[in-house]
């Protein structure tokens, strides 16, 4: 988080100590309401400066939200062989917490309660939560509106437009990218004219035939597996996402 944010935070929106002893405070700062994934209205705090994401939402706050705005996430992202950990300078410094535990799909299992109660007590801003996975149950997402912490699940990013809509949510949240300075939704937007130039490279192809863009060049070879690849050279370049069919 800036300077400048962390000056304009509320003194009263929940305590920062990991302290067992120190109880929750209720966050009284204005709201504002965003639609979730599905289609949900959630009231959620006007200005948001930190955030737990689990599974494919973490990366998704990192690149639109900027650095020092992740509290805590699960494992799957802050594994030493992760994704997370080789991307995120949050996720290397250790500032980012490892609450939620993952099944053997890489799915954020439900928070446990000692993890809760630390939730309750460092009170985030926001929980992003993938509207398929369930990282918390439904008497743990009461307890947060009660201590004013938004709740936003995102759609499962298991598509491009659900991709696309998750990006949009992000940055509504957030509002502004804590690194750069800039409007959000400028870098979603970007992200999101990204993905529908880079698509629109692609033709039609066999489940037999797999895609990949090297060098600005599109180069087809079939027969090698099931999948097709997009390779982002616009965002990092060691980085290869694969789309199912």
């Known amino acids: 988080v800036s300077d400048d944010e962390s000056s304009n935070r509320p003194t009263d929106s929940g305590g920062n100590s990991g302290s067992p002893n120190i109880e929750p405070t209720v966050k009284d700062v204005p709201r504002k309401t965003v639609t979730d994934g599905n289609g949900v209205e959630q009231s959620i705090p006007k200005d948001v400066f930190t955030v737990t994401a689990v599974g494919d939402a973490a990366p998704l706050v990192e690149m639109i939200g900027g650095s020092g705005r992740l509290m805590a996430t699960s494992a799957d992202f802050t594994n030493p062989n992760g994704l997370g950990y080789i991307l ?4 290397q410094s250790g500032s980012v917490e490892t609450w939620w535990t993952v099944d053997n799909k890489q799915n954020a299992q439900v928070i ?11 009170s985030p801003d926001v929980c992003f939560d993938i509207s398929t996975q369930s990282a918390f149950t439904s008497e743990q997402i009461s307890q ?3 201590y004013g912490i938004g709740y936003v699940p995102l759609p499962e990013l298991s598509t491009v437009a659900n991709l696309k809509e998750a990006a949009r949510i992000v ?12 409007d959000a939704r400028n870098i979603a937007n970007n992200y999101i004219n990204w993905i529908d130039n880079t698509l629109s490279e692609v033709q039609s192809v066999s489940p037999e035939q797999i895609v990949k863009r090297m060098g600005g060049q599109t180069t087809i070879t079939p027969g090698i597996d099931t999948y097709s690849y997009i390779y982002i050279d616009d965002w990092l370049d060691d980085i290869i996402f694969s789309i199912d069919g």
């Not at 995120?88 to 996720?91: A, I, K, L, P």
């Not at 446990?112 to 460092?122: H, I, V």
């Not at 940055?171 to 800039?182: F, H, P, Y």
């Open 144 to 146: 947060l509106a009660a």
């Open 112 to 122: 446990p309660d000692e993890c809760f109660q630390e939730l309750l007590r460092k």
């Open 171 to 182: 940055a509504e949240v957030v509002d502004v990218n804590s690194s750069l300075g800039i």
């Open 88 to 91: 995120c300078n949050d996720v």
